[in-house]
């Protein structure tokens, strides 16, 4: 698992690569994972704000709509950060059905899926 400071610094570096309202929304939800995780006792505070941190980390890619779920899930696994890679992916689904997703479909063409 990434520490807090790697995780900061892949978040600053998407900032440079897709500047834009997701990066305070991922220090946000990093922050209150960590608060959520205290308060519960279930799961280490510090990998909570890591997995928040990060979560939409796919973004660094650009505005693609669901698609920074896929982008998030091949960097984390490009850096070996299976469990971080596992919520980029499964993040916007909260509903085990994959026509069910929080946020906007944009009619793409992917070559990966073609």
């Known amino acids: 698992m990434l520490s807090s400071k790697e995780a900061e610094r892949e978040l600053s570096i998407g900032a440079q690569l897709n500047p834009g309202p997701w990066i305070k929304h991922s220090m946000s939800v990093g922050l209150n994972a960590k608060f959520i995780a205290d308060k519960i006792d279930i799961l280490d ?61 944009i009619a793409q063409k992917d070559k990966r899926f073609s």
Not at 62 to 78: E, L, P
Not at 81 to 92: D, F, V
């Open 45 to 105: 505070s510090n990998q909570a704000y890591v997995m928040g941190v990060l979560h939409d980390i796919g973004r660094r890619e650009g505005i693609k709509s669901i698609m920074h779920t896929i982008d998030g899930y091949d960097y984390m696994m490009g850096i070996k950060q299976k469990e971080i890679g596992r919520i980029c992916l499964t993040h916007s689904y909260p509903i085990q059905d994959v026509n069910t997703f929080f946020g906007n479909l």
